[in-house]
Structures are given as structure tokens and as C-alpha cells.
């Protein structure tokens, strides 16, 4: 672990690592990718740090982590708390049994899947971990899910949010939490 990282918060990190690249995926979309910022450790440390310190103002005991960035900033930070993390699954990718929930994205159509046995979250608060909130399709499902097998979404930490989508207002009155 860095004993010191020269970056003083996460939106510092951010700022000096995110890739900017205009007209992806299609004409008009600015997209922020969140690689070099992963890819660099004394960046990725601190966006996991702050990640992990709102989890825990949430009072998560489980954090769940969506297909497939959030599992590479979930896993870190359930393991940054001593907790477990829940993948969630694109359509598809678990053995059955297994709870479905379909959404939309900004771009298509798609499911997500959580095991229906094998993984108990009856009574648990989960907290949600994502790179990007968007149009919200993709948390929404996921709390629905999470819902469905007992468990309740004590809030939502993201690292961006696409600003003009309409995601933070289908999220309800859970808490959210962005880094940038």
C-alpha cells in the first residue's frame, strides 16, 4: 500500500487520470474512461479509499458490484472493508437458479442476474458500487434484484455521473454518492 499518494482526493485523481474521448460511442458522447485511473496505483488507491469511506457512512454489510467495472472497484472496496462482495451478473453468466431482472440503457436493452440460492442477503444492506451513473437503468435493475432476494439498497457510490440523463431522479430517495 502507497505511504503517500500525491493526489489529495479523488476528483484530484480523477482530473489528472481520466482519458476524455469526444464522439464515443457515437456522435456527440464525451466519454470519460476510467482505465488510466485504474491502471494507476496512487490514483486508483484514493478513488478506492473515498469509495470505501461511503460505503461505510451507509452502513453497508454487503457491497454489491455490477457488471463489470463495479466488480474491479467493488472488489476493492468490500475487500478495503473487511465485507463480501455481491457480483452482479450480466444476463447470462451465473448457473441457475438465478433472479432476473431486465433494464435499458442508454444504448439497448440488457439483464442483470444474482444467484437465487448459495448467497444469502435476506436483511442485509447493500451498497452499490458502479463506475457511471447514466440514465440509471442499470442501478435501478439492481436494486430491484437485491429487493427481490430480501435485501435492501442502503445507497449508491459511483465515480461519474453523465449529467442530463434523468438517472439520479429514477433512483428514488436512496442516497447516492459520486466521486467526480
Known amino acids: 500500500m502507497p505511504e503517500t499518494t500525491p493526489y489529495a482526493s479523488a476528483k484530484e485523481a480523477l482530473d489528472a487520470k481520466i482519458r476524455r ?22 490514483a486508483l488507491h484514493t478513488v478506492i479509499e473515498e469509495m470505501a469511506r461511503a460505503c461505510e457512512e451507509l452502513g453497508a454489510d454487503l457491497i454489491g458490484g455490477l457488471d463489470a467495472r463495479g466488480f474491479l472497484l467493488g472488489s476493492a472496496v468490500a475487500y478495503d472493508m473487511g ?7 450480466k444476463k447470462g453468466k451465473l448457473p441457475p437458479p438465478v433472479i432476473t431482472q431486465e ?11 444474482i444467484p437465487a440460492n ?18 440509471g437503468g442499470t442501478l ?8 427481490q432476494a430480501g435485501g435492501t439498497v442502503a445507497g449508491y ?6 449529467q442530463g440523463l434523468g438517472g439520479r431522479e429514477k433512483l428514488g430517495d436512496v442516497p447516492l454518492v459520486v466521486l467526480g
Do not use: C
Open 83 to 89: 465485507l463480501g462482495i455481491l457480483a452482479i451478473r
Open 21 to 42: 474521448v469526444p464522439d464515443f460511442p457515437e456522435e456527440g458522447v464525451l466519454f470519460e474512461d476510467l482505465t488510466p485511473v485504474l491502471a494507476d496505483g496512487p
Open 157 to 162: 457510490v459511483v465515480v461519474l455521473e453523465v
Open 103 to 113: 433494464y435499458t440503457t442508454e444504448y439497448s436493452t440488457a439483464a442483470l442476474e
Open 118 to 135: 448459495g448467497v444469502d442477503i435476506r436483511g442485509k444492506k447493500i451498497v452499490l458500487v458502479d463506475d457511471v451513473l447514466a440514465t
Open 140 to 147: 435501478v435493475a439492481a436494486t430491484d434484484l437485491i429487493e
